[in-house]
């Protein structure tokens, strides 16, 4: 039987119920814990009522995987320490999708989602499949265009998946999952958790690698 949050039904399929055990093994972690997993959740749920609000239709099992595997990145299941943690994520989830059949535009939708989900502006002018996910992280995790959600949604939500100490404990798990990959937040956002937690951190510098690059001029 499939399950409703807010008036968002959780499709009842054999791809979805995969994804959720995927996401629910990568979560228990002693480090992560089940915040990641709730985090995913709460993702798909408030990326598709911005969806609805906005008048935009997506498929809900491709929105299910972006949102359950946006993070796989960051755990010691799926991460690794040569590239982007967004990166693992997108990957470890376009081979998913191709092993459950789904075709490789989907497949690619989805780990473009999943890559860009921090990258703000671009994920919204492409697929419906992309930008759901980068409107459930803008909600969750930056608390971005709450009012499109109504108060009541918001609440059926959180019953659902709780986020007790969650800007902690999110800021927690981006560090664990990007601490031995430092080279990999250059040019992005993630260099600002570096920094908030390892006052040794030293940032990339634009500006820097342009004007002592090894061309002349």
């Known amino acids: 039987m499939s399950e409703t949050i807010a008036g968002i039904e959780i499709p009842d399929t054999d791809l979805v119920r995969a994804a959720t055990e995927v996401t629910r093994e990568a979560a228990c972690d002693p480090v992560v814990g089940d915040t990641l997993f709730h985090h995913s959740r709460r993702v798909f749920l408030f990326g598709m009522l911005k969806s609805q609000a906005r008048g935009i239709d ?7 995987v972006g949102g359950m595997f946006h993070d796989l990145g960051l755990t010691p299941a799926h991460r690794t320490t040569r590239q982007r943690f967004e990166v693992d994520g997108a990957d470890v989830a376009a081979g998913f999708l191709r092993d459950h059949g789904r075709g490789e535009a989907e497949a ?14 671009v994920p919204l002018r492409l697929a419906p499949e992309t930008g759901v996910v980068t409107l459930g992280v803008e909600t969750d995790v930056l608390g971005l265009d709450l009012d499109e959600i109504s108060e009541a949604d918001r609440k059926a939500v959180l019953l659902a998946h709780p986020r007790p100490d969650f800007k902690r ?49």
């Open 108 to 121: 690619r939708d989805v780990w473009l989602a999943i890559a860009l989900h921090t990258t703000p502006e």
């Open 169 to 217: 404990q999110i800021l927690h798990a981006f560090y664990e999952g990007m601490a031995d990959r430092p080279d990999t937040t250059f040019g992005t956002m993630n260099d600002d958790v570096l920094a908030h937690f390892d006052p040794s951190f030293k940032r990339a510098n634009f500006v820097d690698i342009i004007q002592h690059n090894a061309w002349p001029e």
């Open 58 to 64: 997506v498929d809900p099992e491709l929105a299910y």
